[in-house]
Nanobody, 123 residues
Framework: QVQLVESGGGLVQAGGSLRLSCAAS????????MGWFRQAPGQERQFVAA????????LYADSVKGRFTISRDTAKNTVYLQMNSLKPEDTAVYYC????????????????WGQGTQVTISS
């Protein structure tokens, strides 16, 4: 059974940084990609970033390019999202997910999801 467990969320001031982690277990992910999505209250879930587990190919939403960095540690089966220069509009629940394909923008391509971690940015 695939399990994805996010951690690292919290409350920070605008301009600050956070690093989210997603620990993955339950299968070999070498042919998978991992993605980060976020959902703010009253809004649809939004793509943030994705990375190919073996290839290391990355995708980013325009809204986070240059501020967020996705990476993975294959030995630890963990994906990270380093978030810098945080803005109040980054406030959301952040989810990691996995897809049996190359990195994708669409959440419909992802078939396993974590429970999410809250990120709150104060102005």
């Amino acid at each position: 059974q695939v399990q994805l467990v996010e951690s690292g969320g919290g409350l920070v001031q605008a301009g600050g940084s956070l690093r989210l982690s997603c620990a993955a277990s339950g299968r070999t992910f070498s042919r998978y990609a991992m993605g980060w999505f976020r959902q703010a209250p009253g809004q649809e879930r939004q793509f943030v970033a994705a990375i190919g587990w073996s290839s290391g190919i990355t995708l980013y939403a325009d809204s986070v390019k240059g501020r967020f960095t996705i990476s993975r540690d294959t030995a630890k089966n963990t994906v990270y999202l380093q978030m810098n220069s945080l803005k109040p509009e980054d406030t959301a629940v952040y989810y990691c997910a996995t897809t049996p394909s190359a990195p994708r923008y669409s959440d419909s391509s992802y078939n396993y999801w974590g429970q999410g971690t809250q990120v709150t940015i104060s102005s």
